[in-house]
């Protein structure tokens, strides 16, 4: 499994794009990018995942380089509830386990 | 729509004493199921994973078993808990064939005294 580099902590004003990025410069071919994100006492919870392309959902935007070496995941309109650990995963489609990091810790103030 | 239980929300226990943590999933059939262990202050640790009903997979060398009696069931035991096995412990579920995209329980916080 690739590994992933992610900042320690971050903070973001509330109403403001979060950009979150992640270095997974050992990434193979066929892995594909996970972020998840846990809110403290809770769960971890899935976000969006990608493989070269760019991809949104109602949660999120994924923006993986063409190299594919770093992603960025963008929260476009953070909100005091978007604070939470956020991870990013290297992980093959049929893999059966996910490995989380140590995440970076996303800080909304208002 | 797939929901996923977990019992107790919270354990206190002796050193010692046994454990037994139940995880069920509704509204899914033959999913993946996973046991994560998280320490104070630390990432989480896949401990267990299943395929299907008595087939279980042991990530860690530990104290504690698994056991998947229904389709749908996930047990997490131990006879002996010890003070390292304190923790928030987390069930979830995957569809077989998107691994990838796990669905999470909200989990049991547990305190071994």
């Known amino acids: 499994d690739a590994k992933t580099t992610q900042p320690t902590s971050m903070d973001c004003a509330e109403g403001r794009a979060a950009n979150l990025p992640c270095n997974h410069s050992t990434i193979s071919g066929n892995e594909y990018v996970y972020w998840y994100r846990q809110i403290h006492s809770q769960g971890p919870q899935y976000i969006i995942h990608?493989?070269?392309n760019n991809e949104t959902n109602e949660m999120a935007s994924l923006i993986i380089t063409e190299d594919r070496k770093s992603s960025t995941l963008i929260l476009p309109h953070a909100t005091l509830r978007d604070t939470a650990v956020y991870y990013c995963?290297?992980?093959?489609?049929?893999?059966?386990?996910?490995?989380f990091g140590q995440g970076t810790r996303l800080t909304i103030n208002p | 729509s797939q929901t996923i239980h977990q019992w107790p929300a919270t354990l206190v226990q002796p050193v010692g004493s046994p454990l037994s943590l139940e995880c069920t999933v509704e509204g899914t059939s033959n999913p993946n199921l996973y046991w994560y262990r998280q320490a104070a202050g630390r990432g989480l640790q896949l401990l267990f994973y299943s395929v299907g009903i008595g087939q279980i997979s042991s990530e860690v060398p530990q104290n504690l078993s698994a056991s998947r009696p229904q389709d749908r069931q996930f047990i997490l035991s131990s006879k002996k808990l010890l003070l390292s096995d304190s923790g928030f412990y987390l069930c979830a579920w995957s569809w077989v064939l998107l691994q990838g995209e796990q669905f999470f329980g909200p989990g049991t916080r547990l305190t071994v005294l």
């Open positions: 995963i290297p992980i093959y489609q049929g893999a059966q386990k996910l490995v």
């Open positions: 990608g493989l070269k």
